[in-house]
């Protein structure tokens, strides 16, 4: 571990928790950009796996790849530090909205600037998700899998079906596995011969 390792990530990622908005999938290239492009503490496939599995564990996405690359750089304290670097900017700051303004969203400057975030947010999320899909496998079926599973949610959106999108995730990590299983099988059988 590098000495200087613990403020570095404490830093990192205090500007990450203050100056990105909506949420994790919003930080996600903000992250990958500074950890991955400009640091170097975790290639790009890390920042892929550490996002498909912060998001099928408990917790908020950005937490979770704070903390995986803080243990990555320097064991439990780093990832205590980066936990902490990520949360502390935005919790000082909904403790002193709620300490001392009450009608916080009623300020017609606050509420025209939340709109406009509102846009930057849906720009931020898609960038991500157009990093992760140019950086994903070329292989048909995880293509055909994404493909489907969104058009699956605009339906169920469109449409006010009731199903949940949790069902439709574990209906499509159901089929992946299947045809993993399936592959290997395949594979076991071609070297048997």
């Known amino acids: 571990m590098k000495k200087n390792m613990l403020p570095e990530l404490l830093l990192t990622f205090m500007k990450i928790g203050l100056f990105t908005f909506g949420g994790g999938y919003a930080m996600i290239s903000m992250i990958e950009d500074i950890c991955v492009e400009k640091k170097g503490w975790i290639t790009h496939d890390d920042m892929m796996n550490v996002t498909v599995i912060a998001e099928s564990t408990p917790g908020p996405i950005a937490i979770n790849c704070a903390t995986f690359v803080g243990y990555r750089q320097a064991g439990l304290a780093g990832s205590l530090t980066a936990t902490l670097g990520i949360v502390l900017p935005s919790f000082a700051l909904i403790y002193l909205i709620s300490r001392f303004l009450d009608n916080f969203l009623e300020i017609t400057v606050i509420a025209n600037a939340f709109k406009g ?77």
């Open 117 to 193: 975030i509102k846009v930057a947010v849906g720009i931020l999320i898609l960038e991500a998700a157009a990093s992760m899909v140019r950086k994903m496998q070329k292989k048909f079926l995880p293509r055909m899998i994404m493909a489907g599973s969104f058009f699956l949610m605009v339906l169920i959106n469109i449409f006010s079906w009731n199903f949940s999108s949790v069902s439709l995730m574990l209906t499509a990590g159901a089929i992946s596995l299947a045809v993993f299983i399936g592959g290997g099988r395949k594979r076991k059988r071609g070297e048997g011969k």
